[in-house]
């Protein structure tokens, strides 16, 4: 699956709609590559200069929740996610910033496919990253989103970012 860019919205067709026909009259470039109920998945070019884009306009379309980057899309086993979280969180966390890990949606476990329980998921995928953690006011985000589509195929987007750069109507990623 080849996303960058996740975008949630209130339920409904006609602000699927109303959400594209926003994004291209601001003048981006997209490629939809699928949709969910109230979660649009699409491929743009730079996926951080996206959400820059869209927090300028985000004003004039009420119906939008979030807009998301993701670095990277895995299984949604939290052992493959927890290892590509520390992969990336070495990579772009500063070793003196502090960090807290967000999930949205469901993980599973590798080896007998149960649902892991959210609190557990977060753990392992933290006790993966060597970095302090911060619940309240953390330098970065860990952003888990599991995505099942209509397909009934389920993905583990991953964003490791700071907090500013998830769009969010709620201001929490």
């Known amino acids: 699956m080849s996303f960058n860019i996740i975008v949630t919205h209130e339920q409904g067709i006609e602000n699927y709609r109303f959400i594209l026909s926003r994004i291209r009259q601001v003048g981006v470039n997209y490629v939809l590559v ?3 109920p109230s979660i649009i998945l699409l491929r743009v070019e730079n996926p951080y200069s996206f959400v820059q884009t869209m927090r300028e306009h985000a004003g004039s379309i009420q119906v939008l929740y979030r807009v998301i980057p993701v670095d990277v899309v895995v ?14 969180a070495e990579s772009r966390i500063p070793s003196s910033c502090t960090f807290r890990v967000t999930l949205h949606g469901r993980l599973y ?10 609190m557990d998921a977060i753990r392992v995928i933290a ?14 985000v860990v952003y888990i989103r599991s995505i099942k589509l209509y397909h009934r195929r389920r993905y583990a987007a991953i964003t490791v970012t700071t907090p500013d750069m998830i769009l969010s109507k709620s201001g929490k990623p």
Do not use: G
Request: proline letters at 10%.
């Open 109 to 118: 476990w590798a080896e007998t496919r149960l649902p892991v329980r959210t």
């Open 127 to 140: 006790e993966r990253i060597n970095r302090p953690v911060s619940l309240k006011k953390p330098d970065y």
């Open 75 to 88: 299984n949604p086993f939290v052992e493959e996610v927890a290892e590509k979280s520390a992969e990336l």
């Open 34 to 36: 699928d949709r969910a």
